[in-house]
């Protein structure tokens, strides 16, 4: 979550391909030029072009990042995004009831450059639930090689609505430690819920 002037914030969760120091030294390369290009760029989708351009100039080892990021303004309420080939976050609605996700509207960054992106719109009203998730959570997996999955998520979410965005977001984590037990997983777990209120 970074502040992106008055009354907007930006929103990004992402995942790096790969794993151990060189996985990382990547992410942290990749969140910092986001942030700066997002400070340019009022439009999501111009600011993840940029960014995409600068990080597969130095993605020389083939790593990529799937990202969402997003500005979420308090005055309209409105969620302008881009889904760069992440796991597409899951919207409730309140008032309805109905859920649906956030699908990729690019692809993966660091793979080609001057790539096209595209940001789409959404109005976060009273009561709705985002939930922005990494792999790592549906990925997990219990003593039997089963997959958490997102039909599991889905329903968390649609059982925990109600509760406060910290609330759910310790259901869910609950849920995934509870389903794995002690198996060694092999991938990060990131969350991040936002709730209108």
């Known amino acids: 979550?970074?502040?992106?002037?008055?009354?907007?914030?930006?929103?990004?969760?992402?995942?790096?391909?790969?794993?151990?120091?060189?996985?990382?030294?990547?992410?942290?390369?990749?969140?910092?030029?986001?942030?700066?290009?997002?400070?340019?760029?009022?439009?999501?989708?111009?600011?993840?072009?940029?960014?995409?351009?600068?990080?597969?100039?130095?993605?020389?080892?083939?790593?990529?990042?799937?990202?969402?990021?997003?500005?979420?303004?308090?005055?309209?309420?409105?969620?302008?995004?881009?889904?760069?080939?992440?796991n597409p976050p899951m919207v409730f609605r309140g008032r309805t009831g109905s859920l649906e996700e956030l699908m990729p509207t690019g692809i993966v960054l660091g793979a080609v450059e001057d790539q096209v992106y595209s940001s789409r719109s959404l109005v976060v009203d009273q009561d709705d639930v985002i939930v922005m998730y990494t792999d790592g959570v549906t990925e997990s997996v219990n003593s039997h090689d089963e997959l958490f999955g997102e039909e599991r998520l889905r329903e968390i979410v649609r059982d925990t609505a109600r509760l406060p965005a910290q609330a759910i977001l310790d259901h869910i984590l609950s849920a995934v430690r509870e389903y794995t037990g002690d198996m060694p997983q092999f991938d990060d777990i990131t969350l991040l819920v936002i709730k209108g209120t």
Request: aromatic content about 6%.
């Open 1 to 86: 979550i970074m502040a992106l002037g008055s009354g907007t914030l930006g929103l990004l969760i992402a995942d790096v391909s790969g794993k151990g120091v060189p996985a990382a030294l990547f992410m942290a390369l990749s969140r910092i030029v986001v942030r700066v290009n997002a400070l340019w760029h009022r439009d999501p989708a111009a600011a993840i072009a940029d960014a995409n351009n600068i990080i597969t100039q130095d993605s020389k080892s083939g790593m990529f990042v799937t990202l969402f990021f997003g500005t979420l303004r308090e005055h309209d309420r409105t969620l302008t995004y881009v889904n760069a080939g992440h």
